[in-house]
């Protein structure tokens, strides 16, 4: 599975956007770009995922460069609910296969 | 729409024992697949069940072990356990081909 890079941790306040960057510069073509969350004591929780354009729902947006060999979530107005650990997952289209975890991002929201 | 329960919470066993954990799949979903997730690391990927039969399997030895049930419910069973076999255990139930996954809330396994 080709590999992602993220910062080990990162800070935000509260209110403010919130930009969580993640390097795959190895995708292929047929991978999808997902994002999940953990928080404390719970298990991951989807958050959005895209293959080329970029994308909205309720808790985020996602950006994806024109060469797709990075990308942003980015949460608009950080609370302190969303202090969490951050993963970005490449998945290849179609594909049942599993989610590989790398070590995702801790993010810190202060109030 | 319910989502996917995990049993028990917490579990303490000693060295050698067995464990069973437990994990009902979110309504609607065909395929289950378990973690395991040390502290302070991502989740690791152990196997997937579809239609009661496994088919994808992580870098587990063969005493991890599995089960789908027809209703889509699933066990992980872990033989002879090691002190290293002490994480969270997190299943995730999906809907075979849909792209997201739905994770419990774990097990945490300790073994001393």
């Known amino acids: 599975d080709a590999k992602t890079t993220q910062p080990n941790s990162m800070e935000s306040n509260e209110e403010e956007p919130v930009h969580l960057p993640c390097n795959h510069s190895?995708?292929?073509?047929?991978?999808?770009i997902h994002w999940y969350r953990q928080l404390p004591s719970q298990g991951p929780e989807y958050v959005i995922h895209g293959l080329t354009s970029n994308v909205n729902n309720r808790m985020a947006s996602l950006a994806i460069a024109e060469d797709r060999k990075s990308s942003t979530l980015i949460l608009h107005r950080a609370t302190l609910r969303d202090a969490a650990v951050y993963y970005c997952i490449l998945r290849p289209s179609g594909s049942a296969r599993q989610l590989t975890f790398g070590s995702g991002t801790q993010l810190t929201v202060l109030p | 729409e319910t989502g996917v329960t995990q049993s028990p919470t917490h579990l303490i066993k000693t060295r050698g024992q067995q464990v069973t954990l437990r994990c009902s799949s979110q309504s609607g979903h065909n395929t289950v697949s378990w973690y395991q997730q040390a502290l302070g690391q991502g989740p690791q990927f152990i196997f997937q069940?579809?239609?009661?039969?496994?088919?994808g399997r992580g870098n587990f030895p063969p005493r991890f072990s599995g089960l789908q049930f027809p209703n889509y419910s699933s066990e992980l069973n872990v033989n002879a356990l090691e002190l290293d076999d002490s994480a969270l255990y997190l299943c995730?139930?999906?809907?075979?081909?849909?792209?997201?996954?739905?994770f419990g809330s774990g097990t945490r396994l300790t073994v001393v």
């Open positions: 995730a139930s999906s809907f075979w081909g849909s792209s997201g996954y739905t």
């Open positions: 069940y579809y239609r009661e039969e496994e088919n």
């Open positions: 190895t995708i292929s073509g047929t991978d999808y």
